[in-house]
DNA sequence: CGGGAGGTTGACAATCGTCAATCAGAGTGG
DNA sequence: CCACTCTGATTGACGATTGTCAACCTCCCG
C-alpha cells in the first residue's frame, strides 16, 4: 500500500535527519546523500505490524508519523514491549541488518513510514562516515535506553517504574520537536503500559491513580497526561535524563 | 598497571577476531588491521572496574581473558546487572562512543583485557567497511540481548528466568570456545544472579535449589553448572536461541 | 584458629497478580 | 436519537509469588 504523496520526496526525511544530527556532525553533503536514498512511502493504520519476530526484514523503516512499539512474546504468551518509537526514530535497523527478526515492530498508532532497503542503508553508512557514525550511535543510545528498561523492570517497584516512563516519554517527545513536554499525549492503553513495565493492567491502573492522587500527574482527555510536578514526579521515577545521552562529547569523526 | 607479556602481540586479539568473523566476513586485510590496533594491554583483579557511571571513557576494551559485567545502580541503592561479558568480547564500545558512560563495567573475575582508543576504533570501523559492519552487528547483537533480558525480567517468573540465563550462558560459552556447554564453571555469586534476574538472593537460592532437585542441572563445584537436560531446561527456560543471532544470512558487505 | 564471604533455611510480610464485575466512551446501524 | 457493541478503564476481594529479616552453616584463607 504505498503512499502517493511523494511530492515533497527532498524534505520528507527531514525528521530523520533532524535526529541525526543530535547523533553526530553532518555536513550537506551527507544530508543531501540522505534525501537521496531510496525509499517507500508506506501508510500504516493502528496496530499493523511492520515486522514479526522470525520475519526477514529487508527494509529498515524511518517513522514520519505515528507511534510504533516493539514487543517480544514470551512462552506464556504473555508480551513484554522493549521499545516504543517516535517519529524521526529509525525503526528495525536491527532486524533488518541482522536478518532474522527477534521482535515484532507494530504500530500503536497509525502513522506513515518510509521505508529503506537494507543495502542502502549499508552503502551510506559506509560511503559517508559521519552518517555511519550517526547511525550507529542512534543504535547504541538505542542500546543504552534497553539497559535502563532492564534496570526498570528489575529493580523499580510500580509506582516508581511508570514515573520513570513518563518522565522518559516527556522528554523524549521534547527531543523529537513534538509537543509540550509536560503536557503530552500518550498513545497507550493501560494494558500496553502493564506490557511495557512488567506489570499487569490492573495494577498499572491503580499506581496511575495514585500518581494522580498526589498530584504528580493529571489526566485531562482520554490518554493525555499532565505533569503536574517535574522535579517530584522525576524524584518519584529515579529519572536520571544521562542514559538519553543527550548531548554526545565528541560528535566529530576525525 | 599495564602487563609486561606484550611479546605475541600480533595473536593476542584472535579471540576478538574469530568473534568478529562470525559477525561479519573479514579478509586478510582486515585481520591484519585489527592485529595492528595500537593497544595497552591491562591486568585486571577480581572487582576491579573497566568504568564506572557517569566516568568519560575514552577507551575501549577487549575481554581477553575473565568475566565482566555492566550494572546500574538506582535509587534505593539496588544493583541490576544488565550484561555479561565474556572473552572475545568487546565490552564498552557503547561507553566510550557515546562519551559519558550510562553504566558501570566491573570485573566478575581476575582477567586481561586490550583498551583500544576510541579514535582507532572509529577509524578502523571506517576505513575497513567488513570491519566496520561486523563491529556495528556486534552492537546489534548485544541490544537484541539486551531486548530479551527486558523480556526475561519483566514477563518470566523466578524458575523460567533462572533457566533461560543458564541456557544463555551454555550457549554463549559454546561460542566463544569455553568449554563443555553442557557443564560449565559459572563465575557469578548468587547475589550477583539475582542482580541480573532482578531477584534476592534468597530466591535465587530457592530456585536454583528447585532446578537442581527436579534434576534439570546439577551443581557439583563452588559455581560448577552441570545440565542434566538440556532439553528440559531449555523449555523451562522459555529459551530460544533466535535473539543470539548466532548465524546471519548477509554478512558481506556488497 | 579466627574472620569473612557466600550459601541455606525458616517464619513472616507485602507487592503485585488474578478473577470478575461494572463503568465510560466511541462508533454503528436502524 | 437510541439501542447495541466493543474496547478500555476502574474497582473490590482474594491469592501467591517474591521479598525481608535473621539465624546458621560451610568453606576458604591468612
Same mark, same amino acid.
Given at each position: &500500500?504505498?503512499?502517493?504523496?511523494?511530492?515533497? +520526496?527532498?524534505?520528507?526525511?527531514?525528521?530523520? !535527519?533532524?535526529?541525526?544530527?543530535?547523533?553526530?556532525?553532518? /555536513?550537506?553533503?551527507?544530508?543531501?546523500?540522505?534525501?537521496?536514498?531510496?525509499?517507500?512511502?508506506?501508510?500504516?493504520?493502528?496496530?499493523?505490524?511492520?515486522?514479526?519476530? +522470525?520475519?526477514?526484514?529487508?527494509?529498515?523503516?524511518?517513522?514520519?508519523?505515528?507511534?510504533? &512499539? +516493539?514487543?517480544?512474546?514470551?512462552? $506464556?504468551? /504473555? +508480551?513484554?514491549?522493549?521499545? %516504543?518509537?517516535?517519529?524521526?526514530? %529509525?525503526?528495525?535497523?536491527?532486524?533488518?541488518?541482522?536478518?532474522?527478526?527477534?521482535? #515484532?515492530?507494530?504500530?500503536?498508532?497509525?502513522?506513515?513510514?518510509?521505508?529503506?532497503?537494507?543495502?542502502?542503508?549499508?552503502?551510506?553508512?559506509?560511503?559517508?562516515?559521519?552518517?555511519?557514525?550517526?547511525?550507529? %550511535?542512534?543504535?547504541?543510545? /538505542?542500546?543504552?535506553?534497553?539497559?535502563?528498561?532492564?534496570?526498570?523492570?528489575?529493580?523499580?517497584?510500580?509506582?516508581?517504574?511508570?514515573?520513570?516512563?513518563?518522565?522518559?516519554?516527556?522528554?523524549?517527545?521534547?527531543?523529537?520537536?513534538?509537543?509540550?513536554?509536560?503536557?503530552?499525549?500518550?498513545? &497507550? $492503553?493501560?494494558?500496553?503500559?502493564?506490557? $511495557?513495565?512488567?506489570?499487569? #493492567?490492573?495494577?498499572?491502573?491503580?499506581?496511575?491513580?495514585?500518581?494522580?492522587?498526589?498530584?504528580?500527574?493529571?489526566?485531562?482527555?482520554?490518554?493525555? %497526561?499532565? !505533569?503536574? /510536578?517535574?522535579?517530584?514526579?522525576?524524584?518519584?521515577?529515579?529519572?536520571?535524563?544521562?542514559?538519553?545521552?543527550?548531548?554526545?562529547?565528541?560528535?566529530?569523526?576525525?
Amino acid at each position: &500500500m504505498p503512499d502517493t504523496h511523494e511530492s515533497d +520526496r527532498g524534505s520528507i526525511l527531514n525528521p530523520l !535527519i533532524r535526529r541525526l544530527e543530535t547523533r553526530a556532525m553532518l /555536513d550537506d553533503a551527507d544530508r543531501a546523500a540522505i534525501r537521496a536514498l531510496p525509499m517507500k512511502m508506506r501508510a500504516l493504520e493502528q496496530h499493523n505490524y511492520i515486522v514479526r519476530e +522470525r520475519d526477514r526484514a529487508e527494509f529498515s523503516c524511518v517513522m514520519l508519523r505515528g507511534f510504533s &512499539m +516493539r514487543h517480544k512474546v514470551v512462552g $506464556t504468551g /504473555d +508480551r513484554q514491549i522493549v521499545a %516504543i518509537h517516535m517519529p524521526g526514530e %529509525i525503526v528495525d535497523l536491527q532486524n533488518s541488518l541482522l536478518g532474522v527478526a527477534d521482535h #515484532s515492530v507494530q504500530m500503536l498508532t497509525a502513522g506513515r513510514a518510509a521505508l529503506i532497503a537494507r543495502e542502502d542503508i549499508k552503502r551510506i553508512a559506509f560511503d559517508r562516515p559521519n552518517v555511519g557514525l550517526a547511525l550507529w %550511535i542512534d543504535t547504541l543510545v /538505542d542500546a543504552s535506553i534497553f539497559r535502563e528498561w532492564i534496570a526498570n523492570v528489575g529493580r523499580r517497584d510500580a509506582r516508581t517504574r511508570i514515573a520513570h516512563l513518563l518522565c522518559e516519554f516527556s522528554l523524549r517527545l521534547k527531543l523529537a520537536g513534538l509537543g509540550d513536554p509536560t503536557n503530552y499525549e500518550l498513545p &497507550m $492503553t493501560q494494558e500496553q503500559l502493564a506490557d $511495557t513495565t512488567g506489570l499487569t #493492567s490492573v495494577h498499572v491502573n491503580r499506581t496511575i491513580k495514585s500518581l494522580e492522587a498526589d498530584k504528580l500527574i493529571e489526566r485531562i482527555g482520554p490518554r493525555s %497526561i499532565v !505533569i503536574g /510536578d517535574w522535579r517530584k514526579l522525576a524524584e518519584t521515577g529515579d529519572f536520571d535524563s544521562n542514559y538519553l545521552h543527550l548531548q554526545q562529547s565528541e560528535l566529530v569523526l576525525q
